[in-house]
Nanobody, 120 residues
Framework: QVQLVESGGGLVQPGGSLRLSCAASRIIFSINAAGWYRQAPGTERELVAAIGVGGNTNYADSVKGRFTISRDNGKNTVYLQMNSLKPEDTAVYYC??????????????WGQGTQVTVSS
């Protein structure tokens, strides 16, 4: 059974940074796409960033220039570096994995989520 485990969330002040990690078992990131989604209370889950097998990336307009998705194939882990965080970035962040078309439409495998809270 595919398992994705997110970590790295927490409480951070506006303007701060966090790095989220997504460690995978029984799915290999080097031959699959991966993505990060987020969901704030009362809102739908939205795609934040995705990375394809070839390293191509896709970002939501709201995080472009602030967030960076990357992958360490040796550790089978995907990261989301989040800089210049804003209160509106507060949400539960979820890792997703599968083919590119599946990941970018939210149909892949999901982790359990990690809470990110941006507040002073």
């Amino acid at each position: 059974q595919v398992q994705l485990v997110e970590s790295g969330g927490g409480l951070v002040q506006p303007g701060g940074s966090l790095r989220l990690s997504c460690a995978a078992s029984r799915i290999i990131f080097s031959i699959n796409a991966a993505g990060w989604y987020r969901q704030a209370p009362g809102t739908e889950r939205e795609l934040v960033a995705a990375i394809g097998v070839g390293g191509n990336t896709n970002y939501a307009d709201s995080v472009k220039g602030r967030f960076t998705i990357s992958r360490d194939n040796g550790k089978n882990t995907v990261y989301l570096q989040m800089n210049s965080l804003k209160p509106e970035d507060t949400a539960v962040y979820y890792c997703n994995a599968g083919s590119w078309g599946v990941v970018t439409t939210g149909g892949g495998y999901w982790g359990q989520g990690t809470q990110v809270t941006v507040s002073s």
